[in-house]
T-cell receptor, first 113, second 116 residues
Framework: QQQVKQSPQSLIVQKGGISIINCAYENTAFDYFPWYQQFPGKGPALLIAIRPDVSEKKEGRFTISFNKSAKQFSLHIMDSQPGDSATYFCAASIEGSQGNLIFGKGTKLSVKP | DAGVIQSPRHEVTEMGQEVTLRCKPISGHNSLFWYRQTMMRGLELLIYFNNNVPIDDSGMPEDRFSAKMPNASFSTLKIQPSEPRDSAVYFC??????????????FGPGTRLTVT
């Protein structure tokens, strides 16, 4: 119930391509879905987040698509660049939980030049 | 702002020794989280505090692990005795949680622990 399942574990994309990472959840009480980006040797940092009252949120080359009925959400990185190579974590939270996030296992993205 | 500060950045110790990891959250933040990251298990929440009070410690692996937050600007995670399987990167994160709403967690740089 508390899990967030993330796939794939790793992803290799050519420069300029689209990177797609998927997450699924079971707990319908989740109402906040952020994505975190982690570079080697660093802590994760918030990249983009969405609430379930919208189906899509775009910030630059990064887009979250949200399907409430399927309990799935995904991160799309358009025009992927070598600098996007990092590990990406999806997460979910419940309003009022003092900021507690349930993280997916992470996806290691490599963008080849 | 200096961000979340963790020390030490690297720790190498022998099995059976006590290890203490330290965290200074961002000033003004009232929630603090300890995570452990390994290749096998990913990012695991160990414990989190709100207003210095432990809220959920269900992720603490066993009694060898303990965490304290004596005040709003300092927290420790202690492992005693340490074991090789405790080798991981330990992250501290903080956020400002004001009841309802959604809060970004700010992560520190992590402490890489190696237990030999």
């Amino acid at each position: 119930q508390q899990q967030v399942k993330q796939s794939p574990q790793s992803l290799i994309v050519q420069k300029g391509g689209i990177s797609i990472i998927n997450c699924a959840y079971e707990n319908t009480a989740f109402d906040y879905f952020p994505w975190y980006q982690q570079f080697p040797g660093k802590g994760p940092a918030l990249l983009i987040a969405i609430r379930p009252d919208v189906s899509e949120k775009k910030e630059g080359r990064f887009t979250i698509s949200f399907n409430k009925s399927a309990k799935q959400f995904s991160l799309h990185i358009m025009d992927s660049q070598p600098g996007d190579s990092a590990t990406y974590f999806c997460a979910a939270s419940i309003e009022g939980s003092q900021g507690n996030l349930i993280f997916g296992k992470g996806t290691k993205l490599s963008v080849k030049p | 702002d200096a961000g979340v500060i963790q020390s030490p950045r690297h720790e190498v110790t022998e099995m059976g020794q006590e290890v203490t990891l330290r965290c200074k959250p961002i000033s003004g933040h009232n929630s603090l989280f300890w995570y452990r990251q390994t290749m096998m298990r990913g990012l695991e929440l160990l414990i989190y505090f709100n207003n210095n009070v432990p809220i959920d410690d269900s992720g603490m692996p066993e009694d060898r692990f303990s965490a304290k937050m004596p005040n709003a600007s300092f927290s420790t995670l202690k492992i005693q005795p340490s074991e090789p399987r405790d080798s991981a990167v330990y992250f501290c994160a903080s956020s400002l949680a004001l009841g309802g709403g959604f809060y970004e967690q700010y992560f520190g740089p992590g402490t890489r622990l190696t237990v030999t």
